[in-house]
C-alpha cells in the first residue's frame, strides 16, 4: 500500500491501484511493452469482474502521462477496445465515471468523439479527457457514486 493506494499491479510501464472507491492507472513515459499490456489488460478485466461480483462501484482514473513518447501500436487498440467490449456490461453498472489525464487530452476527446458518433450506447458514463490536475480532481470528486444499481 502506498500512500492509502492498494497497488494491484506494479510494472515498469505502468501502475495499477485503487483509492477511495477510484480504479486509477499511471502509465509510465515509456515505450509499448507487449507483455506488459497484456498483463495490465488481464488485470484490469479481472478488477472490473470483480467490483460486479462484489456490487462495488467505482470511478476510473487513467494518467496517460505524456501521450506522444508511449503511443501503442494499432493492434494494442484492437486489444484494448476488445478487453472493453467484454466487460462493457459491467462497466456500465459497476464503473461511475471516466477520467483520462494527459497532455494530448485534445487528441483523444476528438477520437472519443468520433468513436461515439458512430457507435453510441444509452449507458455511456460521464467521461472527462483533461491535462489539467485540478480538472481531474473537481470532476472526480464531484461525481458522488451513485448505489441505486445494489441496494443493500
Given at each position: ?83 472493453i467490449l467484454d466487460i462493457n456490461d459491467i462497466l456500465k453498472t459497476n464503473c461511475h465515471c471516466i477520467c483520462i489525464l494527459t497532455e494530448g487530452h485534445k ?46
Amino acid at each position: 500500500m502506498l500512500n492509502n493506494k492498494t497497488v494491484i499491479l506494479n510494472r515498469p510501464t505502468l501502475t495499477m491501484y485503487v483509492h477511495d472507491n477510484t480504479l486509477g492507472v499511471d502509465l509510465m513515459d515509456t515505450k509499448y511493452d507487449e507483455e506488459g499490456f497484456n498483463e495490465f489488460l488481464s488485470y484490469f478485466k479481472n478488477t472490473w469482474i470483480l467490483f460486479n461480483k462484489n456490487k462495488e462501484i467505482y470511478k476510473l482514473f487513467i494518467n496517460l502521462g505524456k501521450a506522444d513518447d508511449n503511443e501503442l501500436p494499432l493492434f494494442a487498440y484492437m486489444s484494448l477496445l476488445k478487453t472493453i467490449l467484454d466487460i462493457n456490461d459491467i462497466l456500465k453498472t459497476n464503473c461511475h465515471c471516466i477520467c483520462i489525464l494527459t497532455e494530448g487530452h485534445k487528441k483523444w476527446r476528438d477520437m472519443y468523439n468520433l468513436l461515439t458518433r458512430l457507435w453510441s450506447t444509452k449507458d455511456q458514463r460521464p467521461i472527462l479527457f483533461t491535462d489539467n490536475i485540478e480538472e481531474k480532481n473537481k470532476f472526480i470528486n464531484s461525481n458522488e457514486l451513485i448505489t441505486e444499481k445494489y441496494p443493500n
